[in-house]
């Protein structure tokens, strides 16, 4: 079972960057696919972006086309959610997520899909 935790989320001006980072421990964590999701106040929780565990990503949100970019560095366990020209309507709590499978370009933009889930980390973008 691997657990998760996300780092690097903060309070940031518009058009600024962030990089968050999902580190995995627990598991063989290049043996899971990952995503981000984030939640914004008085919403439901949306998907953002996702990656298999051989690299390939699925098409990233609308909102966030262009702007973010999903990694992983399966040698250090981490995943990495890069946040470009940052928008107030980006303000939200990031999740990072995971679940096992053996296939290598396998991903989701379900959110039940995933098993684990980190606390998440939260996002502020001011105008």
């Known amino acids: 079972q691997v657990q998760l935790v996300e780092s690097g989320g903060g309070f940031v001006q518009a058009g600024d960057s962030l990089r968050l980072s999902c580190a995995a421990s627990?598991?063989?964590?290049?043996?899971?696919?990952s995503g981000w999701f984030r939640q914004a106040p008085g919403k439901v929780r949306e998907f953002v972006a996702a990656?298999?565990?051989?690299?390939?990503?699925?098409p990233y949100a609308d909102s966030v086309k262009g702007r973010f970019t999903i990694s992983r560095d399966n040698a250090k366990n981490t995943v990495y959610l890069q946040m470009n020209s940052l928008k107030p309507e980006d303000t939200a709590v990031y999740y990072c997520?995971?679940?096992?499978?053996?296939?290598?370009?396998?991903?989701?933009?379900?959110?039940?899909?995933?098993?684990?889930w980190g606390q998440g980390t939260q996002v502020t973008v001011s105008a």
């Open positions: 997520a995971a679940f096992l499978t053996t296939y290598d370009y396998t991903y989701s933009v379900r959110e039940g899909t995933y098993d684990y």
């Open positions: 627990g598991g063989t964590f290049s043996r899971y696919a």
């Open positions: 990656i298999s565990w051989a690299g390939a990503h699925a």
